[in-house]
Every structure is written in structure tokens, then in C-alpha cells.
């Protein structure tokens, strides 16, 4: 039997505490949080919660890593990302590493999100400008996108446990910026459309994902959807955390029954 491992990128992870008391539940056992120091043992399974900061090192063949510390590293790093979104042929927002090409943009009307920080979270380092002067050195600059709404599935092995929509949950919210700090928060509420669904299937899937929240961007005037991008520590709640932990360890138990 597989014995289940959390390896968060921070020890306090308010996601990876709910994963681990959902796992505990369905399990009736122990389900520990690791740092990189652990050695993974036989029949271990461990469960990389958003950490790409240290590789774990591996002391056997037996066991298995969801979400590896390489297949982490693309998700946290937006370029690479887009770029590995970009090889597999996968719809994302216009975006580009040239100053340039953003100036360029501007004069086409278009307002222009400087990515200041290239593994920012929760909007962390988002500059936007729609005049030159406004425009910032950046490692990445995304071409504004006219949704209507912005989706984010979870997936876990393959396919979607999960779909909520993002909504304003603070009076003075930010417009421009969907985040948390910006005073939006997710909505279960919702009907997500398949498109939306297949297209989170499909970015997993280019990215070697066992799981993560995957983030799309709608406009339902155009039927357009764009990838946005993906978590690998996604935020979880009552209904989430309960289902990715009986998908991860089902399929687990599958697998090693097999």
C-alpha cells in the first residue's frame, strides 16, 4: 500500500494543511508534511504541493512523486510556461520577452500587463500600461485580453474534479487585476463551459501535471478561451480538497494494485 507524503513549498500552506486533513480523513491515518531533507523511501508516495525550490532525493525505485520538482519549476516560471503552452499548440494570452513588441502593442490600443516578477503570485509584480511611458522593463509582457469571465478547473490525473468561477467578493475590487489581494475571490456557482474544461485537460497534459488548478480566461460574446496559467498549489476549500484527495489516493492505490 502506498504510504502518502506532502511535500509544500512552505510549511504553513494553508492549501497543503486542508490536502493533508482531507487525506487523513479518508484514510483514517497519518499523512505527514516533508521538507527537502526527507529521503523518499519504498512505497512512498509524495505529493509535491507548489515546491520548486529543492529537488527531493530519492532513495528507492519503488515510490512515486506527483508533480516532480521540474514539472513544478515550468508552472511557476511564466515563461517557460507560455513557451511549453506555445509548443504544444495550446491557445494562451498574447505574450511576449520584448519591450518592443509591447511598445507596439500600445500604439495598437491595446493596454499592455508588464510581468515584473517572472514567478509572481497573486498578481505579485503585475505593472499595466496604456500610454509608452507607463511601460516597464520586464521579463514579460502579456497583450490585455477582453474577457467576460475567468475560470479555473482542477484537474487531477487527466481529468477535472472541479470548476468555479471567479467573482468580486470586496466592494472596491480591482477590474483589471482578477486576484485575491485584488478582491476577487471563486464561486462554485457556475456552469463551466467544456471548452473551458477540455482546453485545462489539454494544458495538463502538455505539462506532465498529476494536478493543479489551470486558469482560463473567457470572452462568451466571442466563444474565445485562453490559458492564463497554472497552479500547483492551487487554493483549496471545503468541496476541493476532499476531492483531490480521494483522486489522488484512489488512483494511487490503482496504480499500485495494477
Same mark, same amino acid.
Given at each position: 500500500m502506498p504510504i502518502?507524503?506532502? $511535500?509544500? $513549498?512552505?510549511?504553513?500552506?494553508?492549501?497543503a494543511l486542508l490536502l493533508q486533513e482531507a487525506m487523513q480523513?479518508?484514510? *483514517?491515518? !497519518?499523512?505527514?508534511?516533508? &521538507?527537502? !531533507?526527507?529521503?523518499?523511501?519504498? &512505497?512512498?508516495?509524495?505529493?509535491?504541493?507548489? &515546491?520548486?525550490?529543492?529537488?527531493? *532525493? @530519492?532513495?528507492?525505485? %519503488?515510490? %512515486? @512523486?506527483? !508533480?516532480?520538482?521540474?514539472v513544478v519549476n515550468i508552472s511557476i516560471d511564466k515563461v517557460r510556461f507560455l513557451r511549453s503552452m506555445r509548443a504544444a499548440h495550446i491557445p494562451t494570452i498574447t505574450w511576449t520577452v520584448e519591450i518592443e513588441t509591447a511598445r507596439n502593442w500600445i500604439r495598437e490600443g491595446y493596454a499592455v500587463y508588464s510581468r515584473c516578477v517572472q514567478d509572481g503570485m497573486d498578481g505579485k509584480g503585475i505593472c499595466i500600461a496604456s500610454r509608452q511611458e507607463e511601460l516597464q522593463d520586464a521579463p514579460l509582457y502579456t497583450q490585455e485580453f477582453k474577457s467576460t469571465d475567468e475560470y479555473r478547473v482542477h484537474v487531477c490525473h487527466g481529468q477535472s474534479i472541479l470548476g468555479v468561477v471567479k467573482r468580486p467578493v470586496e466592494r472596491n475590487f480591482n477590474p483589471k487585476i482578477r486576484t485575491s489581494s485584488g478582491g476577487w475571490g471563486y464561486r462554485r456557482d457556475c456552469v463551466v463551459p467544456k471548452e473551458i474544461t477540455d482546453l485545462a485537460i489539454r494544458c495538463s497534459h502538455a505539462l506532465h501535471l498529476d494536478f493543479g488548478g489551470i486558469d482560463v480566461i473567457y470572452n462568451s460574446k466571442t466563444n474565445e478561451a485562453r490559458i492564463l496559467e497554472s497552479n500547483t498549489a492551487p487554493e483549496l476549500g471545503p468541496i476541493s480538497a476532499p476531492r483531490y484527495a480521494k483522486t489522488i489516493i484512489e488512483k494511487e492505490r490503482n496504480r499500485t494494485n495494477a
Open positions: 502518502f507524503k506532502i $511535500y509544500p $513549498y512552505k510549511r504553513k500552506s494553508q492549501g480523513d479518508y484514510l *483514517r491515518e !497519518n499523512v505527514p508534511l516533508i &521538507n527537502e !531533507n526527507h529521503i523518499v523511501g519504498k &512505497n512512498e508516495c509524495i505529493i509535491t504541493w507548489g &515546491n520548486g525550490h529543492y529537488p527531493l *532525493r @530519492i532513495g528507492t525505485d %519503488s515510490c %512515486s @512523486i506527483l !508533480n516532480p520538482y521540474e
